[in-house]
C-alpha cells in the first residue's frame, strides 16, 4: 500500500512539473520564420544539389540536419499551447511545419539512394507559400 501511496504521489509531482509553453502571437510568428527559412533554404540546397555542385556525402548530412531542424519544430509545436487568438494560425502552422518535416524526410532518403525529383521541390515551394500566407494572417 505505501509503494503505492508513493508511486501516485510520485507520478502526481512529475504531471505538475511538465507545463506545456504557451505560444503567443510573437512566438508563432518566429516559428513561422524559422520554418520559412527553413523551407527556403531547402529549396536553394535542391538547386544546388541538381546542378552536381554537392557531394553525395555533403548532401545526405546537410539535408539530415535540416530534416532533424525540422522535426524538432514538430516536437516543440506539438508540445505547445496557443493563446486563444491564435488558435487558427497555431493548427495551420502544425499542420504545414508536419508536412515539411514528412517532405525533408523523403527527400533526405531519395537523397541518400541517389535521387532527387522535381515534385518534392515544388511540394516545397507549395509549403512555404503557406506558411508565408499564415504568417501573414497574424
Avoid: W
Avoid at 518566429?30 to 540546397?45: G, H, K, V, W
Avoid at 553525395?56 to 524538432?72: C, I, K, V
Avoid at 518535416?101 to 507549395?126: C, F, M, N, P, W
Amino acid at each position: 500500500m505505501r509503494t503505492l501511496i508513493a508511486t501516485l504521489a510520485f507520478a502526481m509531482l512529475l504531471s505538475g512539473c511538465s507545463r506545456q509553453k504557451i505560444i503567443g502571437p510573437d512566438d508563432l510568428r518566429s516559428q513561422l520564420t524559422a520554418a520559412i527559412s527553413l523551407a527556403s533554404e531547402t529549396e536553394t540546397f535542391l538547386d544546388y544539389i541538381s546542378q552536381h555542385r554537392a557531394t553525395a556525402n555533403f548532401a545526405a548530412g546537410h539535408l539530415s540536419y535540416l530534416s532533424q531542424t525540422a522535426a524538432d519544430a514538430v516536437k516543440d509545436l506539438h508540445q505547445a499551447t496557443p493563446t486563444y487568438s491564435i488558435e487558427k494560425q497555431f493548427t495551420q502552422t502544425r499542420q504545414q511545419v508536419d508536412a515539411l518535416s514528412s517532405q525533408l524526410a523523403a527527400l533526405q532518403r531519395e537523397v541518400a539512394v541517389g535521387q532527387t525529383s522535381a515534385a518534392g521541390k515544388d511540394q516545397l515551394v507549395e509549403l512555404r507559400r503557406s506558411l508565408e500566407q499564415i504568417k501573414a494572417s497574424l
